[in-house]
């Protein structure tokens, strides 16, 4: 007896619930994960009413001051403390390579306002063209 074959289609579709799947995962991760790359020195922010700074195309340059007065900035991940001197001459370094770069103090709100002032005059002579503030949102 003969059997007769049928020859099937090759069915030529993409299966693409493994890819939602893997999507979805990825975002869980990157939402936990996002907040915890926001690193510093623990300094208690003023509050103020103010608009948030667009930062998409260049990473800031972030330097701290502590309520003790000291400076501080992020160097391979690491918060290091260092002397004004020192924070000019990298600042002035990264503006030489990036001058775009966006250059933010975060100040303590119980630090005295000259100091504040002082490094901001300090950063605008090592290069940078304007130098912002970084304040918390207030509590409603």
Do not use: C
């Amino acid at each position: 007896m003969k059997t007769k074959r049928t020859k099937r289609k090759l069915v030529a579709e993409i299966n693409v619930v493994p890819y939602i799947d893997v999507t979805l995962v990825l975002l869980v991760v990157f939402m936990i994960t996002a907040p915890l790359l926001m690193q510093g020195v623990k300094v208690e922010l003023p509050d103020a009413n103010s608009a948030p700074m667009d930062t998409k195309d260049q990473e800031p340059f972030i330097v701290s001051i502590k309520a003790d007065g000291s400076y501080w900035i992020d160097v391979s991940g690491e918060n290091k403390a260092e002397s004004l001197a020192v924070i000019k001459d990298r600042v002035a370094k990264v503006l030489r390579q990036k001058p775009k770069t966006p250059v933010l103090v975060w100040g303590d709100g119980r630090v005295d306002y000259g100091v504040v002032v002082h490094l901001m005059s300090e950063l605008q002579l090592a290069g940078a063209p304007s130098v912002g503030l970084v304040t918390e949102p207030p509590q409603k």
